[in-house]
T-cell receptor, first 118, second 115 residues
Framework: AQKITQTQPGMFVQEKEAVTLDCTYD???????LFWYKQPSSGEMIFLIYQGSYDEQNATEGRYSLNFQKARKSANLVISASQLGDSAMYFCAMRELPLGAGSYQLTFGKGTKLSVIP | GAGVSQSPRYKVAKRGQDVALRCDPI?????LFWYQQALGQGPEFLTYFQNEAQLDKSGLPSDRFFAERPEGSVSTLKIQRTQQEDSAVYLC?????????????FGSGTQLSVL
């Protein structure tokens, strides 16, 4: 089973509008972290926002907020007041506690391509 | 430099050639990761180093893939006898420590094309 599911291959949003990008995850761990990254056409992955499994409040970073619903295992990204520069691929990722001396690797979803329309 | 640096930015190889991809992590970062990203897909984990120790290589697709970080800073990913299915972007990432809440800083990647 996929650990991270992003069901929207592509999304369009009008400039200055808000948009929600969906992410669901699968884990049996109690302690884990959820991340969102942006990947513009230049290729570099840019960190946007982080939510810990024990955090009681939804994370916010400027125009980005994370709608965390633990019982539903969802961690949707909300971008407010979209800008043309927001057009990019967006990846949801999860980090679980490793077994033993493991790697703390991030596991990524397949991504959502966001296009902002002027 | 201030960020993670990868070289070369682009690499074209003939099938069967060996290639070496370099990653310069952020200075002082303990953890270093290699990821493979196929076109239109999310990054897939390859291997992880904590300082010079390779603690996890479970994602390496075959024994043709080899990675090292001998002095705990610069890392090299080597692919021997390249195949067409190795064509992808190879991303390197580093983080200061190893913990669930530590974000990864990524380089711009090396785009490998095997002809």
């Amino acid at each position: 089973a996929q650990k991270i599911t992003q069901t929207q291959p592509g999304m369009f949003v009008q400039e200055k509008e808000a948009v929600t990008l969906d992410c669901t995850y699968d884990t049996s761990d109690q302690s884990y972290g959820l991340f969102w990254y942006k990947q513009p056409s230049s290729g570099e992955m840019i960190f946007l926002i982080y939510q810990g499994s024990y955090d009681e409040q939804n994370a916010t970073e400027g125009r980005y907020s994370l709608n965390f619903q633990k019982a539903r295992k969802s961690a949707n990204l909300v971008i407010s007041a979209s800008q043309l520069g927001d057009s990019a691929m967006y990846f949801c990722a999860m980090r679980e506690l490793p077994l033993g001396a493991g790697s703390y690797q991030l596991t990524f979803g397949k991504g959502t391509k966001l296009s902002v329309i002027p | 430099g201030a960020g993670v640096s990868q070289s070369p930015r682009y690499k074209v190889a003939k099938r069967g050639q060996d290639v070496a991809l370099r990653c310069d992590p952020i200075s002082g970062h303990v953890s270093l990761f290699w990821y493979q990203q196929a076109l239109g897909q999310g990054p897939e984990f390859l291997t992880y180093f904590q300082n010079e120790a390779q603690l996890d290589k479970s994602g390496l697709p075959s024994d043709r893939f080899f990675a090292e970080r001998p002095e705990g800073s610069v890392s090299t990913l080597k692919i021997q006898r390249t195949q067409q299915e190795d064509s992808a972007v190879y991303l390197c990432a580093s983080s200061l420590v190893a913990s669930t809440n530590e974000k990864l800083f990524f380089g711009s990647g090396t785009q490998l094309s095997v002809l």
